[in-house]
């Protein structure tokens, strides 16, 4: 990938923290056409795709590491004296752990998929390795 002009990298690093095109735009001191222009360059739509990515990756990164926190926290609240507090946490840990088995099944199916695919792909190869040979 071509490397980005300090100003375009700076524009995409606006674009990535939330703001719109115009506004990073007006922060760097550029027209608001070329503020578009930038923004549909393939460059800055594929580095800007990277930082978000990045992003995601970080913020999911802070929030596994706050899970254990949390579940501890729901397992002490569902002892509230409050029937409501107690009951609504209760709530949250069965959903939680619904849509937790759910992802886990779905990612077992995923990869049984894969393994499927990869297997008749190699089946595929040696078919038309053996027809090559033939000919």
Same mark, same amino acid.
């Given at each position: 990938? @071509?490397?980005?002009? =300090?100003?375009?990298?700076?524009?995409?690093?606006?674009?990535?923290?939330?703001?719109?095109?115009? $506004?990073?735009?007006?922060?760097?001191?550029?027209?608001?056409?070329?503020?578009?222009?930038?923004?549909? $360059? =393939? $460059?800055?739509?594929?580095?800007?795709?990277? %930082?978000?990515?990045?992003?995601? @990756?970080?913020?999911?990164?802070?929030?596994? /590491?706050?899970? &254990?926190?949390?579940? #501890?926290?729901?397992?002490?609240?569902?002892?509230? @004296?409050?029937?409501?507090?107690? /009951?609504?946490?209760?709530?949250?840990?069965?959903? %939680?752990?619904?849509?937790?088995? #759910?992802?886990? #099944?779905?990612?077992?199916?995923?990869?049984?998929?894969?393994? @499927?695919?990869?297997?008749?792909?190699?089946?595929? &190869?040696?078919?038309?390795?053996?027809?090559?040979? $033939?000919?």
């Amino acid at each position: 990938m @071509k490397r980005l002009s =300090p100003k375009k990298a700076k524009f995409v690093e606006l674009l990535a923290s939330g703001k719109t095109t115009q $506004e990073a735009g007006r922060e760097l001191g550029i027209s608001v056409a070329t503020a578009w222009r930038w923004a549909n $360059e =393939p $460059e800055i739509k594929a580095r800007l795709s990277e %930082l978000q990515s990045e992003r995601l @990756k970080q913020a999911h990164g802070k929030l596994l /590491s706050a899970t &254990e926190t949390a579940i #501890e926290t729901l397992v002490r609240l569902c002892h509230h @004296k409050s029937g409501y507090v107690a /009951s609504q946490s209760a709530k949250a840990i069965l959903d %939680l752990a619904l849509k937790t088995a #759910e992802a886990l #099944e779905l990612q077992a199916r995923i990869e049984a998929l894969e393994k @499927k695919l990869e297997q008749l792909e190699r089946y595929h &190869e040696s078919q038309t390795q053996t027809a090559r040979e $033939e000919d």
